[in-house]
């Protein structure tokens, strides 16, 4: 289904995604694959496309020391009252709000654990086209050492997101306990949708991936943990 725009703005919802990578071409190749995307280059972004529907963004990882990794943006009608917020809440800001052209404004950030997420404040770039179908954003969950500490840092920030009358959320938070080993830092796990597990298991192995948690039930569906051929996490998820 194609994305209401007007619901990606209100803000705290998962709005867009990015893979920061060694290679962006073999990410092409493997995304591609998997997930039935296609690509284009626009103001030096290399956005992933859903029937002809902006789904994500891959990105050249510049620095070798930082993680390959999926990022979750969070919309915001003002990038920095919102860093401002997160400082004051105990977070921590990575990058400030940094404008990219008329696509819109971006910033990183860090929770009080140290969960990394990421800021969008749309231009003419509003964020998902599509979602919650196969190929596309389904689900953000947030692993953290002390829930409640999540709760209250999240629900302060993105109330209306979360508990607002017209809140449909598309973000959950569990301990790392629950799926990683204890030593896990706290993160952020993007969730894609398929219709098939199997297949799609199937398919990462196929193209290099590798699993590194195999099938489990969560209060949203089914999921696997896998990574990419060159290292990046993410989720499957049938629901």
């Not at 296609?38 to 902006?54: C, H, M, S």
């Not at 800021?119 to 829930?147: I, K, M, N, S, V």
Request: charged share 20%; glycine share 10%.
């Amino acid at each position: 289904m194609a994305e209401n725009r007007a619901s990606a703005r209100t803000e705290g919802v998962p709005c867009w995604l990015d893979a920061q990578l060694p290679d962006v071409e073999a990410g092409k190749r493997f995304y591609g694959e998997l997930f039935g995307w296609t690509f284009q280059e626009k103001e030096g972004l290399v956005r992933a496309l859903r029937d002809d529907e902006p789904v994500a963004s891959l990105a050249h990882k510049a620095d070798g020391r930082m993680p390959t990794v999926w990022t979750v943006y969070f919309a915001t009608p003002d990038a920095h009252a919102l860093v401002a917020r997160i400082h004051a809440a105990g977070g921590q800001v990575i990058t400030a709000p940094v404008p990219l052209g008329e696509l819109g404004t971006t910033a990183l950030a860090t929770d009080p654990e140290g969960a990394v997420f990421g800021l969008w404040q749309a231009g003419t770039h509003a964020g998902f086209g599509r979602r919650h179908e196969p190929g596309t954003f389904a689900w953000a969950e947030l692993y953290a050492r002390d829930t409640a500490v999540a709760n209250t840092f999240y629900g302060n920030l993105f109330h209306e997101a979360l508990f607002g009358p017209d809140a449909a959320p598309d973000f959950g938070r569990a301990d790392v306990s629950e799926v990683f080993p204890a030593e896990m830092p706290p993160h952020f796990l993007v969730h894609f949708a398929v219709e098939d597990m199997d297949e799609a298991l199937g398919a990462v192995a196929r193209l290099g991936g590798r699993v590194q948690a195999t099938p489990f039930d969560t209060s949203y569906g089914n999921v696997a943990v896998v990574t990419d051929n060159q290292g990046a996490s993410f989720a499957l998820l049938r629901k």
